[in-house]
Nanobody
Framework: QVQLAESGGGLVQAGGSLRLSCAAS????????IGWYRQAPGKQRELVAT???????NYQDSVKGRFTISRDSAKNAAYLQMNSLKPEDTAVYYC??????????????WGQGTQVTVSP
């Protein structure tokens, strides 16, 4: 089974930066899509950024130019570099890995979430 462990959240002032990490363990074999999502209090979970196996990235409009998603295939890890943070970026951030095992069994797994709080 694939499991994800997130780290890197915290409290930062507006304009500051944080880097989130997500490390996968278990039988990842082929990771097709990695996504970072966030959920603010009272709101639905929303997609922040994705990166596919070929390296193509996609971002929510509100974070374009401020956030960068990346992956390290050798380490089965993903990162979200967040710069110029705003109070509205405050949320619990989740990583998501989708792929398949060596036996072609698909998986869609989530990290436990990490809190990001941006103060004015």
């Amino acid at each position: 089974q694939v499991q994800l462990a997130e780290s890197g959240g915290g409290l930062v002032q507006a304009g500051g930066s944080l880097r989130l990490s997500c490390a996968a363990s278990g039988s990842t074999f082929a990771i097709n899509t990695i996504g970072w999502y966030r959920q603010a209090p009272g709101k639905q979970r929303e997609l922040v950024a994705t990166i596919i196996s070929g390296g193509t990235t996609n971002y929510q409009d509100s974070v374009k130019g401020r956030f960068t998603i990346s992956r390290d295939s050798a380490k089965n890890a993903a990162y979200l570099q967040m710069n110029s943070l705003k109070p509205e970026d405050t949320a619990v951030y989740y990583c998501n890995f989708r792929g398949h095992s060596a036996l072609s069994l698909s998986y869609n797994v989530w990290g436990q979430g990490t809190q990001v709080t941006v103060s004015p």
